[in-house]
């Protein structure tokens, strides 16, 4: 994750904010020390056949079947 500030790319993890579609992360970053926040989803890959799937698209066991 590049800092807005510098585009550092190394960054810490200060706080994490679990929500029911993403997780909000504030981050602080090793160069500048300045403060950001971030947004993230948790994706799975399905392989060639399906690709990138938001966790929570596909039970996991169908997607244990496809593999």
């Known amino acids: 994750m590049n800092c807005p500030h510098c585009g550092n790319p190394e ?3 200060d ?4 929500g029911p579609e993403f997780d909000r ?5 090793r ?4 403060k950001f926040q971030t947004i993230e989803r948790v994706a799975v ?4 056949a399906i690709g990138y799937l938001e ?4 039970p996991l066991q169908e997607l244990k079947d496809v593999a």
């Not at 706080?15 to 679990?18: K, V, Y």
């Open 15 to 18: 706080e994490t904010r679990p």
């Open 55 to 58: 966790a929570g698209d596909m």
């Open 25 to 29: 992360r504030v981050r602080f970053c």
């Open 45 to 48: 890959y399905g392989g060639r």
């Open 11 to 13: 960054s810490r993890v």
């Open 31 to 34: 160069s500048c020390g300045k």
